[in-house]
Every structure is written in C-alpha cells, then in structure tokens.
C-alpha cells in the first residue's frame, strides 16, 4: 500500500482542501447569514439582537478548525507548502468532505463522544476477552484489522488492548488526520475544534451549536506504549487486500500487478475483522464480505457495527465494471455505465448471504442500536442512527 509520504497530485489537491477550508466556509455558513441579517428590517433585527454576536461566534469556531487543519497539513509535508499551493484546486465535494472531517474527529478523540465508541468497544472487548483472554493469551500475535478506520480510533484501542492492530484507510484526509493525531504527541484535549459550526437545523439552544470540543482525549498515543502494535495503511480494502477470484475488474478492484500481488499476502491474514459505520460505504457490498471472507482465517470472526445507510444510494454517477479469466489472463466481459446506486442489501439478507453463501456461522446479533454521530452535548432532535451489530465466524 502506499506510504503518506509519497504524495500524488490527488493527495496535494486534498490537502490544499484543508488549507482551503476557512475561505469555503465562511463563504457557504458564514456570509449567507450575514447578508440574511443585514437584509432584515431595523423592527425584525431588534427581534433578535443576539445574532450578530452568534455569527461572530461561528466564525471564531470556523477559524479555529483552519488552526486545525493548517497544523495537519504542516505535519503531513514537513514544511513543503508550494506543491499544496500549486495544487488543482479541489471540488465542492472535496471541500464538504472536509467539513464532514471536523464531526469525525469529535466522535474519534472527544471525551464527549466516549458513548458513542463504547456502543461499539464496549461489544468488541467483551467479544475478545472470552476469546483471547489477556491472561492465556499473548495478544500480540493475533492480527486485527479494522478496514474503513477513519482516523483510527478503534484502531488505536485495540493496540491498547495488546492486539496487533491494523487500520485501512482509503480517504487520504482520513490518513493525514490520523498521522497528526497518533504521530505528533499532542497533550490530552491540547486542541479546540468546532465540529458543529456547519449545521443550523434542530438546535434546541444555540450555544451547543458553538461549543467547543478538545481533543484528544488521551494523550502521548506513542508514550502509552501502543505505535509498535498498531499500523494504518492507505488503500482500498478490496483493492489492495481483496479475494483473488469472483469480484469484477471496477473503480473499487483493480488489475495492477502491485494490487495483485499484494492482496496474495492478506489470504487467512487476521484473527478478526472490525468493522464500523462501513459496511455501507461501498458500490458493491458483496465485494466487502467476499473481502471480509478471503481476509480471516479458518476460525476467524468478524464483528460489526453500524447502520446501513449506503452512501450511494442516491448517486447518479457511474461506472465501468468486467469479469476476468484469471486462467486465461483476459477480460472476457465489459459493461459501461453501470450505475453506482442499486444494491443496497437489507441486514437479513447480509447475514443470511454470509451464512448460506460463504460459509461464515452467525455468533451474535442485535439490531435498532440508537447511535449517534458525533452527536453535541445538549444536543438537538435528530435521534441518530439505527445500528445493527453482528459477530460471526468464518468456517
């Protein structure tokens, strides 16, 4: 996979998305509700005499998350701004991807947000103490892979946990926060951000939507003792360590000679497989379990947590997708314009594909989990996320 430090063009322009952020933002929150106040009648502004001073107060929060991000990007390039600078300026998804990041640091490294992670950790812990008992067990030697870590936070505890503990990251944010975060020693809640700055809707008191978070909420990640159990590599999970037959040539499995070599070395690789708020994030779910599947050993289980909210379930875009003949060598059959949306599985069938399909047995199920994300004290009326959560064994 590749290493942080070989930079492409894409992972400049991502990174001038951060540099980028404070202008973006006060151009879409900020100056809209400006100009609305400015336009209102002296009678209607002296309604509310409070919101200038609410409008400073989300631009105060949205120049602190720049502080954030700058000291990101410094640590990323070790000082070597210009080709950030020179970079294709990023898109408007790119830029909203960013304001999404300031809400997934929250729930990662935020004390605030420690209920949240428990709904999940508090599950896995009690899953992996009667598996791998700390006393009979020498934890190092069991691999634990977490695909779609975000910023690693699950990742991170269970290298705490004495596990081998391995993160895949295919966002290249994603991947720059969590060096920032799990490299550059920073004191436990050193750091203010605003993740809520971005969202007008729902509030029940204004001042939750301005409050400060810090982070993180422990602190020296390498003083712990965890950095020599614990890796993140950057890649695509099916790209890069995916079964070596049955899935299509697409946009999330390639043919390049290093892809395929390296996904030979991730058969029967891991003890166990986490995975949380992911499963969902694919065009092609079936990719993750046969995934999943090829990655655990005999014996080897997978838990998950999370809803199944699919991220392109609404997605016009598309996508050419072929079989190949891995004896022959050769792409037999292409189609184009393959839509992106169109398999969004029901739990029930996910588990019952697992378990009549590819060989996995059913351990543990729950379903209607209520979970935030990222969700602000004295938050508002939105009630989360229904969550499923599951642990089975590969056969």
Not at 56 to 85: S, Y
Not at 143 to 166: H, Q, W, Y
Not at 185 to 203: A, D, N
């Amino acid at each position: 996979m590749e290493s942080i430090t070989e930079l492409k063009d894409q992972d400049n322009t991502i990174l001038r998305s951060f540099i980028d952020y404070e202008l973006y933002a006060l151009k879409k929150y900020y100056t809209p509700r400006l100009c609305k106040w400015e336009s209102l009648s002296k009678y209607q502004q002296n309604i509310i005499p409070w919101f200038p001073e609410h409008l400073r107060a989300i631009k105060h929060g949205i120049k602190c998350n720049r502080k954030f991000f700058m000291q990101v990007v410094a640590v990323t390039v070790e000082g070597h701004l210009d080709p950030i600078l020179k970079a294709k300026p990023p898109t408007e998804k790119e830029m909203d991807k960013v304001v999404a990041m300031i809400a997934q640091v929250a729930r990662e490294w935020s004390a605030d947000c420690a209920k949240e992670r428990n709904l999940l950790l508090s599950r896995v812990r009690a899953r992996l103490d009667k598996c791998y008992p700390r006393e009979t067990t020498d934890r190092s030697e069991i691999i634990i892979k977490n695909p779609g870590c975000g910023t690693g936070r699950v990742a991170a505890e269970m290298a705490l946990d004495g596990f081998d503990s391995i993160g895949i990251e295919n966002s290249f944010q994603m991947i720059a926060v969590s060096k920032f975060i799990l490299n550059d020693l920073i004191p436990k809640e050193h750091l203010p951000i605003y993740p809520f700055v971005h969202g007008f809707s729902h509030w029940k008191s204004r001042k939750a939507q301005v409050e400060e978070v810090r982070i993180p909420d422990i602190g020296n990640l390498k003083d712990i003792g965890m950095e020599h159990l614990m890796s993140i590599d950057y890649g695509s999970f099916v790209s890069d360590m995916g079964a070596d037959r049955n899935i299509q040539i697409s946009q999330e499995y390639s043919l390049f000679p290093h892809d395929v070599f390296t996904r030979l070395n991730h058969k029967h690789s891991a003890h166990v497989i986490i995975t949380n708020f992911f499963i969902d994030t694919g065009v092609n779910i079936l990719n993750y379990l046969q995934t999943i599947y090829y990655n655990l050993k005999p014996g080897g289980q997978w838990i998950n947590f999370g809803p199944l909210l699919y991220h392109f379930e609404n997605d016009d875009g598309k996508e050419t997708v072929a079989d190949f003949d891995w004896d022959k060598k050769e792409v037999i059959k292409m189609q184009k314009d393959v839509p992106l949306q169109g398999l969004e599985l029901a739990a029930d069938d996910i588990v019952s594909i697992c378990v009549d399909k590819l060989g996995f047995e059913l351990i543990e199920f729950e379903s209607d989990i209520l979970s935030g994300y990222g969700s602000p004290k004295g938050a508002s009326g939105l009630p989360g996320y229904k969550c499923h959560y599951w642990v089975m064994e590969r056969k």
